[in-house]
């Protein structure tokens, strides 16, 4: 059982910048590919990004040249750093873990989730 733990969520202005955290245990090293997805209020959970086992990344385009996502094995931990944040950008964000290990940004994809750490993004 992986357990997965987010952190660095916040209130920011639109153009400011947040780095989420996800710390896995126990450690996983480089064998499962991991998610950033998130869920807005009246609104479905959407895949945001994603990196796979060998290091490749992916991201829907509403999130391309701003958000990146990125892995320190030796930490067990996954980030996501935000810039020029949006108000749309606004919404629970969770990480996820996956056994399989190609990139897939699809929620049944992934076997763990942690709790989710709130962004708010203010106009």
């Known amino acids: 059982q992986v357990q997965l733990a987010e952190s660095g969520g916040g209130s920011v202005q639109a153009g400011g910048s947040l780095r989420l955290s996800c710390a896995a245990s126990?450690?996983?090293?480089?064998?499962?590919?991991m998610a950033w997805f998130r869920q807005a209020p009246g609104k479905e959970r959407e895949g945001v990004a994603c990196i796979g086992s060998e290091g490749s990344t992916e991201y829907i385009d509403s999130v391309k040249g701003r958000f990146t996502i990125s892995q320190d094995n030796a930490k067990n931990t996954v980030y996501l750093q935000m810039n020029s944040l949006k108000p749309e950008d606004t919404a629970m964000y969770y990480c996820a873990a996956s056994r399989l290990p190609a990139l897939s940004l699809r929620q049944h994809a992934y076997d763990y989730w942690g709790q989710g750490t709130q962004v708010t993004v203010s106009s």
């Open positions: 126990p450690y996983t090293g480089s064998s499962y590919s």
